[in-house]
């Protein structure tokens, strides 16, 4: 653990990050939550308890508001709480009543009757993926499978063109992870090019989510705002795949990890719904919700945070610290356990929206790599996997695979 010199604060570095399960445990045995750093300068708490993080969701003074903390949030340089070096004005980043009105208008396109008919693209997609490994034996499963699913779906289904896809993945990858001068850069540029596409689909739309609420914006009526339109276009971009990467990418880690649950889901596809929810549990893709800021003083976990304190939940730790499961089985992967309970999505009014897609290209894309690829194995020792060093998600850089390579029919 890595602690500053003056006053014994926990540091979420990348030291911190690369061996966060036992990190976390260590800091639970001393309490439930606790300041930490994430940001150099910026005290921030750090909700680490199962019930406690339940409250600190819905606290009804942790707002998404930065009012509070801006004077302390520009002291440390952060400034993705900004419209335009940030995710921007989005149901992310708003309180009642606006993130009710804003989640309302994209909320139709995420049921999940409308995803589950996805499935047979996000399937076409998952084979083409492995198609293009089979020949290989050996591949960087976050490269060549992991990361360009997601980025596909979302590209489809935002109508997204194919010649920036590799644009925004690479700037929502800088955006997330890493630090505040390179995150501002990535955020203005996928402002930026949002900005534009959003001008595109005015003048040209198409059958696709980015035009249906750009006809929205369009109709004038004081729902969407232009500056609300380009957030919520860049929030769908980030969240609706960036997440997916790192669960696939969390879930390949666990299974090659242990083999036995891996051999149990290719003999038993049908556990792959309840599979996806104990690995979201396990090793969630979200390290840590995104700030919450006191509006007022108050007392959480015996802990007193003050009127513009910064408070996070390590979604990390909660999946290992619920106390229905026994605490011998919190740290055990089970992928036949049953009523799987988890916060990897998230809990009260902000739950995440695009939960049944993340779902579904998880139980798609888990499925697909264990069928086609029954001797799946890492190509380096676990302890030499890369991890995301800095910011909101955890997930591998890398992941090198190797496998029985299977010759193109062609």
Known sequence: MTTTDHDDITVLDAAFKADAHDRYAELRARGPIHKVQI????????VLDHDLAKAALTHPALLKDATPAA?????????????????????????????????????????RPRIEALRPRVAEIA??????MAPLGTADLVRSFTGPLP??????????????????????????????????????????????????????????????????????????SKAELVGTANLLVVAGHDTTVNLLGNAMVALLRHPEQARRLRERPELLPGAVEELLRFDPPVEFTPMRYAAEDITLGGARIPRGGAVVVALTSVGRADPAMA?????????????????????????????????????????????????????????????????????????????TPVPTTA
């Open 327 to 403: 605490p011998a089985e919190r740290d055990v992967l089970d992928v036949r356990r049953p009523d799987v309970r988890h916060l990897s999505f998230g809990h009260g009014i902000h739950h995440c929206l695009g939960a049944p897609l993340a779902r579904l290209e998880a139980e798609v894309g888990i499925g697909t790599l264990l069928r086609r690829f029954p001797d799946l194995a890492t190509a380096v020792p676990p302890a030499d996997i890369p991890w995301i060093p800095v910011g909101l998600m955890r997930g591998p850089v890398a992941l090198p695979v190797t496998f």
């Open 151 to 224: 980025v596909q779906v979302i590209s489809e289904l935002l109508g997204v063109p194919q010649d920036g896809r590799d644009s925004f993945r690479a700037w929502t990858s800088q955006a997330l992870g890493s630090t505040s001068e390179r995150q501002r850069e990535a955020f203005v540029s996928l402002n930026g090019y949002l900005a534009e596409l959003v001008a595109e689909k005015q003048r040209s739309p198409g059958d696709d989510l980015l035009s249906a609420l750009t006809a929205v914006y369009d109709q004038r009526d004081g729902r969407l």
């Open 39 to 46: 940001l150099r300068g910026l005290d921030t708490w750090v």
């Open 127 to 132: 084979e083409g993926l492995a198609d293009a």
């Open 71 to 111: 004077e302390a949030l520009e002291a440390v340089g952060f400034t993705a709480h900004r419209p335009e070096s940030g995710l921007g004005v989005n149901m992310l980043n708003a309180d009642p009543p606006d993130h009710t009105r804003l989640r309302g208008l994209v909320a139709a396109a995420f049921t």
